[in-house]
């Protein structure tokens, strides 16, 4: 869970943390325009369309107690990322869009802790209270990278952004207030809201790369391989239950890249006993393709015999991947890396099954056809950037230091409205 919410803070800038954005598409080229995305008070995405249709839910006016008295928000400052003071406005914001979005993963929903005695209740909502911090801090990593690399709106930007304002005020024009009432925005935090996002969009921005300077990374930085893969279970033949199940009727006539969407689900049917009898079975067919590919069969034809992965036809001239630039199971990425071109390994375990994985030469010319791949939904320039831009974020995430106030600290399930 901790991952998901780092990588959502992170890896899609504020899409999910904020509301709204600047309409400039190259500058906050992840994020969604103000005027055409809204939530819910459900933390469900509507258009304003769709949202305009629909009767809106209460929002309960602002308010914060301490042992049941109320607390004076005004100047009330909750916390202070990285030096900045974050108000009870952008504190309370966050907070409910964080309840709405993973709450649930949390067991704090109004079902979930009716039934809790108190410690109980506690120590849920502290646990909630720490993600949320992280998740806050994912916005201000962005505006400290933003600081260090000398990026800032320039008064055009600001421009833009106050018209972005002007817009919805002329569109809701009485219901205004309402408006940001339902989004548990004041004027002020939207203010910010919109600027912070425009600023992230600027930062996202600077991690981009010309097809040309991320063909000198590939060729210099970077590794291609290509792997069999053998998963566990690679020989079951699921039962009749179990196939009828997954909507399968035709499994004896499906390739091995086919069988994949069904024997990962069949392996895990069956018992822990029958699952270390095939882990052994696929180890020992792994091995017997490793001494036929050492032997010098050709391994593309290995790969089309005996492979699993879908993937080695979508990138049929290899995966290419580094130390922080890879969506490959760890021992995967890390069998590759200690690889020399034109090396084998022997079989590598990872969470899937066996992998017997070749480093190849990086070639330029399948590199560039490959920035833009109609057989994938990601290509290899968006997918380097975007971890990039994460290793490098996530780094920075550790310098970000923060205070939380007593209130804070204090603060128990049910006192923010």
Do not use: W
Not at 369 to 389: G, L, Q
Request: glycine share 6%; net charge negative.
């Amino acid at each position: 869970m901790m991952k998901k919410i780092l990588a959502g803070c992170i890896s899609i800038v504020l899409t999910l943390s904020l509301l709204c954005a600047c309409s400039d598409d190259d500058t906050s080229k992840k994020s969604s325009s103000a005027s055409a995305v809204t939530n819910s008070s459900d933390g469900t995405s509507k258009s304003t369309e769709e949202a305009s249709e629909e009767e809106t839910t209460e929002v309960p006016d602002p308010s914060l107690t301490e042992n049941g008295e109320p607390i004076d928000t005004e100047n009330l400052v909750m916390c202070t990322i990285d030096g900045n003071d974050v108000s009870f406005d952008e504190y309370r914001y966050n907070y409910y869009y964080f309840v709405a979005n993973y709450g649930s993963s949390f067991g704090v929903t109004a079902d979930e802790m009716a039934d809790l005695d108190e410690d109980e209740k506690q120590e849920r909502f502290d646990t909630l209270k720490e993600n949320i911090m992280t998740f806050m801090k994912g916005t201000y990593v962005y505006m400290k990278y933003a600081a260090d690399n000398g990026i800032s709106l320039t008064d055009e930007e600001k421009k833009e952004c106050g018209q972005e304002i002007a817009k919805i005020k002329e569109e809701e024009k009485d219901g205004y207030s309402d408006y940001l009432k339902q989004r548990y925005l004041t004027e002020d935090y939207f203010k910010k809201l919109i600027e912070q996002t425009k600023l992230a969009g600027k930062v996202q921005k600077s991690f981009d790369l010309s097809d040309d300077e991320f063909l000198d990374v590939a060729e210099d930085d970077l590794i291609l391989v290509k792997h069999i893969m053998i998963p566990f279970g690679y020989d079951i033949t699921p039962s009749d239950e179990t196939l009828k199940s997954m909507g399968v009727t035709n499994f004896s006539s499906m390739t091995n890249v086919q069988k994949m969407s069904v024997l990962p689900t069949a392996f895990k049917n069956l018992s822990n006993e029958e699952q270390e009898k095939e882990k052994k079975k696929a180890k020992q067919h792994a091995e017997e393709i490793y001494k036929k590919a050492k032997g010098g069969e050709d391994f593309d034809s290995l790969i089309k015999e005996y492979g699993f992965d879908g993937g080695m036809d979508a990138y049929s001239g290899g995966y290419l991947l580094g130390d922080f630039y890879t969506t490959y199971d760890e021992s995967f990425t890390k069998a590759s890396i200690a690889l020399e071109t034109g090396e084998l390994s022997q079989p590598v375990e990872t969470s899937y099954g066996y992998h017997i994985i070749k480093r190849v030469p990086v070639d330029r010319e399948y590199i560039k056809a490959n920035i833009e791949n109609e057989d994938s939904e990601n290509t290899f320039k968006d997918e380097y950037v975007s971890s990039m831009e994460y290793y490098t974020l996530k780094k920075l995430m550790d310098s970000v230091k923060v205070e939380e106030s007593d209130v804070l600290k204090n603060l128990k399930y049910g006192d923010l409205k």
